[in-house]
């Protein structure tokens, strides 16, 4: 009983040890934004599903390939919240207001914004490459995936996921996201699942950064400190 506890306390401990004192001394009032997540998609499938809706939630919200550049990356912001057509509703709320609402207590809201609009672009992005590379190609896609309309919060849940791993350190939990997702490629290629891919890609990318950035200030504290020469301050 003690490895698995121990994996456990590893694991997940500081994330657990975040949560539940943001979630004991301030219970709602932590994840704010994530309730007002939940409330626009929720908002967003009640509109889309109306005779009178479904054009305007299109107009905002709906990402085609097909479409101009500028048009998607207006409506990409917009378009997490749409919940995807041939998808349960539940799903999408579930998915915002578990992994959201742990990405706002743990990265903080605005961070939480970064990665999940970082994560949601490089999917928009990724379906034009990976149209323009053809279904011949291990990243490509066939014509016909242009006109999929691509909404709904799922590769921003997997970029946010990973990205709160890392900062956490519960590495396994990561690695298996990241190995799901691949599998959910190889089981099912579609333009879903390789956007959830180029969600990884692109948190994968912000995580080296980071690390970088990181290493570099730590070298020039301990370069200072060594000449006697005042800290930098970041």
């Excluded at 995936?145 to 396994?172: K, N």
């Amino acid at each position: 009983m003690r490895k698995p506890s121990a994996f456990a306390r590893r694991e997940w401990g500081p994330l657990y040890v975040t949560l539940h004192r943001a979630l004991v001394t301030r219970k709602w009032r932590a994840i704010p934004m994530t309730l007002g997540a939940v409330f626009l998609t929720a908002l967003f499938q009640l509109v889309q599903n109306q005779s009178w809706g479904f054009g305007p939630v299109r107009d905002l919200g709906f990402v085609q390939a097909e479409d101009p550049l500028w048009r998607s990356l207006l409506r990409t912001p917009l378009s997490l919240f749409v919940p995807a057509l041939d998808l349960p509703v539940w799903g999408a709320l579930a998915q915002v207001l578990l992994v959201l609402g742990i990405a706002e207590i743990c990265l903080g809201r605005w961070r939480t914004l970064v990665i999940a609009y970082v994560s949601t672009l490089a999917g928009t992005i990724y379906a034009r490459i990976g149209i323009s590379l053809g279904p011949d190609g291990v990243f490509g896609l066939p014509a016909s995936d242009a006109q999929i309309v691509d909404t709904g919060p799922s590769a921003a849940v997997v970029g946010l996921a990973v990205f709160v791993c890392w900062r956490y350190g519960a590495w396994f939990t990561a690695a298996v996201v990241i190995v799901s997702m691949i599998v959910e490629v190889l089981v099912k290629n579609n333009l879903a699942g390789k956007e959830h891919l180029a969600a990884i890609a692109a948190v994968l990318a912000v995580i080296g950064l980071s690390s970088l950035r990181r290493r570099r200030r730590l070298h020039r504290l301990r370069a200072g400190g060594r000449s006697g020469a005042p800290p930098i301050r970041s």
